[in-house]
T-cell receptor
Framework: EAGVTQFPSHSVIEKGQTVTLRCDPI?????LYWYRRVMGKEIKFLLH????????ESGMPNNRFLAERTGGTYSTLKVQPAELEDSGVYFC???????????FGQGTRLTVV | AQSVTQPDIHITVSEGASLELRCNYS??????LFWYVQSPGQGLQLLLK??????LVQGIKGFEAEFKRSQSSFNLRKPSVHWSDAAEYFC?????????????FGKGTKLSVKP
């Protein structure tokens, strides 16, 4: 069974550009989470989808970040326009239920120059 | 506010030596506690978790952790480290109502293993 898959694994963009990160959860997992780790800091929760609905987006840093999960399958996280401080590793995780183990993807390393 | 502290940023141990990684948490209620590991190029993998019951928890890869409420700690241990254990280790607290996906992580401890 495929795990959580994230694309791309690395992305280097210039400040002001737009980047879209994608997460494919484990098939059948209704719950999908986005996290971010800025260099040297904690891994921080961004938001939680249940199917296509945003259950909790309290960790989204600002309105330059837009997460979607159309159809309740894969999810995208768009950063527009990107700023230098957006650099970091973005992790996605999924779980079957809200109270079952969450499985993490390998992350997307985003560098904004 | 809930938080997790991992006081050691980087630890180096010799292969075969014992290991203890420290984790302290701040949480208003009974916490749900987790340890994850991230090997190079890999995602986060759950090593073990504590919800209730026996305070000594066994996990995968020979790891164990002990929950000590009086010390607000959940330290990770392994009696004999293997070179393949070199990775970054994250302690996390979660479980707002039992959620295992909305977690608060520590900054991580990077483990290096000397031959």
């Amino acid at each position: 069974e495929a795990g959580v898959t994230q694309f791309p694994s690395h992305s280097v963009i210039e400040k002001g550009q737009t980047v879209t990160l994608r997460c494919d959860p484990i098939s059948g997992h209704d719950n999908l989470y986005w996290y971010r780790r800025v260099m040297g800091k904690e891994i921080k929760f961004l938001l939680h989808f249940v199917k296509e609905s945003k259950q909790d987006e309290s960790g989204m840093p600002n309105n330059r970040f837009l997460a979607e999960r159309t159809g309740g399958t894969y999810s995208t996280l768009k950063v527009q326009p990107a700023e230098l401080e957006d650099s970091g590793v973005y992790f996605c995780a999924s779980s079957q239920e809200w109270n079952t183990e969450a499985f993490f993807g390998q992350g997307t390393r985003l560098t904004v120059v | 506010a809930q938080s997790v502290t991992q006081p050691d940023i980087h630890i180096t141990v010799s292969e075969g030596a014992s290991l203890e990684l420290r984790c302290n948490y701040s949480y208003g209620a009974t916490p749900y506690l987790f340890w994850y590991v991230q090997s190079p190029g890999q995602g986060l993998q759950l090593l073990l978790k504590y919800f209730s019951g026996d305070t000594l928890v066994q996990g995968i890869k020979g790891f164990e952790a002990e929950f000590k409420r009086s010390q607000s700690s959940f330290n990770l241990r392994k009696p004999s480290v293997h070179w393949s254990d070199a990775a970054e280790y994250f302690c996390a607290v979660g479980g707002m109502g039992g959620s295992q996906g909305n977690l608060i992580f520590g900054k991580g401890t990077k483990l290096s293993v000397k031959p």
